[in-house]
């Protein structure tokens, strides 16, 4: 039986979520000091008291518990994000969908530091980017490539990202409903408000 078919069947198995999880927060641990590739399984199974061949059990290698946990982050937002059915034209619908991204981060603190810090290629990052923009309208589909307006979206994504990276760094003191209510009122009332200053821009490029 292939380590895939073995996660499977054992998935929901309490002992097995103590498990992993004293083997990711082990590798959290040691990616605070290491490169992912200065990391071995001898010493992760030290740290989280497991033993190698549980690791094996679970594990094809380090990289392939990180690519395990990079999907794990991608699932646990694609639910989020796909059970939200606001609108985006009221601070009230904006705010209740960035209040369940801010209470995931919450809940899920060493997984999306991990995100933050250890996503080297952005290739997570690109695909939870993708799932906002499936619920959050993209400028730059509705804008020309000569029309700033276009990156408006971008803005607030970008702006978003870092507000909640200084937000964790500082221990998240905020409660998230607060936090939402300042990013909506700044989706709304900043980028928003700008973008329809930008409707019939034409641009003066020769």
């Not at 094809?60 to 991608?74: G, K, P, S, T, V």
């Not at 619908?93 to 060493?110: D, M, Q, R, T």
């Not at 020309?144 to 964790?168: C, Q």
């Not at 003191?173 to 019939?200: H, R, S």
Request: with cysteine.
């Amino acid at each position: 039986m292939s380590n895939e078919n073995k996660r499977r069947l054992n998935h929901t198995d309490r002992r097995v979520k103590r498990t992993t999880k004293a083997l990711k927060d082990a590798l959290f641990e040691l990616l605070e000091t290491k490169n992912i590739n200065q990391i071995t399984v001898t010493e992760l199974t030290t740290l989280a008291d497991v033993n190698r061949a549980t690791f094996y059990f679970y594990y094809n290698d380090i990289h392939d518990m990180l690519r395990q946990i990079q999907n794990e982050a991608y699932r646990t937002f694609e639910k989020t994000l796909g059970e939200s059915e606001v609108s985006f034209t009221t601070v009230e619908g904006f705010a209740e969908y960035a209040n369940k991204v801010l209470i995931v981060c919450k809940e899920n603190e060493s997984l999306c530091r991990f995100i933050i810090n250890h996503d080297a290629d952005n290739h997570l990052y690109q695909q939870l980017r993708y799932l906002m923009l499936k619920s959050i309208p993209d400028t730059r589909t509705v804008f020309d490539e000569t029309n700033p307006a276009r990156y408006s979206t971008s803005f607030v994504l970008t702006a978003v990202t870092g507000v909640l990276i200084d937000w964790m760094n500082d221990g998240m003191q905020i409660p998230t409903e607060e936090l939402a209510l300042f990013f909506a009122n700044i989706y709304i009332n900043g980028a928003t408000k700008t973008k329809d200053l930008y409707i019939d821009y034409k641009s003066t490029k020769k």
